[in-house]
């Protein structure tokens, strides 16, 4: 259906007269001008994530509500005797 409406698309195009290499070129230019906007809007997103992650496992490290399993470093209950993440004995 996709790849139907694109090829419509294209022919639609080509009878204005434009080339298809012009065609590639300007699709090619708009996914990187998307991908560029994807990763502006998301790599501080998934970085702030990541950090705020990070500090709330140190919390629960700190107050010892939580212990890092020594194999696979998931924060985990302190008494449990099987690790949830990597099923090692702890
Ligand atoms: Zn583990």
């Known amino acids: 259906m996709v790849i139907r409406f694109a090829v419509l698309n294209l022919q639609y195009w080509n009878k204005g007269g434009r080339s298809m ?18 990763m502006m809007i998301g790599l501080p997103i998934g970085m702030v994530l990541d950090y705020k992650k990070k500090q709330h496992n140190a919390e629960l490290k700190a107050s010892g509500e939580k ?11 302190p008494e449990a005797t099987i690790c949830p993440h990597c099923r090692k004995q702890q």
């Open 21 to 38: 290499l012009a065609i590639l070129v300007f699709g090619i230019f708009l996914f990187l001008v998307f991908f560029g906007l994807a």
């Open 67 to 77: 212990k890092q399993c020594p194999y696979c470093k998931e924060y985990i209950d």
